[in-house]
């Protein structure tokens, strides 16, 4: 009888400690991918260099670039190992001074576990995180 409770409170703290790590982890891939977005917005609308600031979107990794288009080159950060993206290859570029984005989009990044969050960006430029 002892032992069953045992396992029974074992099971439930392991379920408990490897939900709040998935959590960590997704919020950790959140973070980053705003922290992204806000820099491309915020060089963009300053006028920072001389052309466009975009935000392409893979998988497992996001990259921040200058230009009217993504040309496979930026400042690349990989999403935590167990994040992934919905996204094979989105690119959302915010206009220079305006920062209106090129597209509206919504991402929704995934834990292996199943645990899901997003972002949410529109064409006025705006970036919203979503809710886990």
């Known amino acids: 009888m002892i032992t069953a409770l045992i396992a029974i409170t074992a099971t439930g703290a392991a379920s408990v400690l490897l ?5 960590a982890a997704l919020s950790d ?3 980053s991918i705003l922290h992204v977005f806000e820099l491309a917005r915020s060089r963009a609308a300053t006028g920072y ?10 998988s497992g990794s996001v990259t921040l670039f200058e230009g009217v288009s993504y040309n496979g080159s930026g400042e690349q950060l ?20 305006s ?3 090129s597209a509206s989009a919504t991402i929704t990044l995934s ?13 006025e430029g705006a970036i919203l995180p979503g809710s886990f």
Do not use: Y
């Open 111 to 123: 834990h292996m576990n199943g645990a899901t969050s997003s972002i949410a960006v529109t064409k």
């Open 49 to 58: 260099g001389l052309e466009d600031h975009g935000v392409h979107i893979e």
């Open 19 to 23: 939900s709040s790590r998935s959590r």
């Open 29 to 31: 891939g959140q973070a």
């Open 78 to 97: 990989q999403l935590p190992l167990a994040v992934t993206t919905d996204q094979a290859s989105t690119t959302i570029i915010f206009k220079r001074l």
């Open 99 to 101: 920062a209106r984005a």
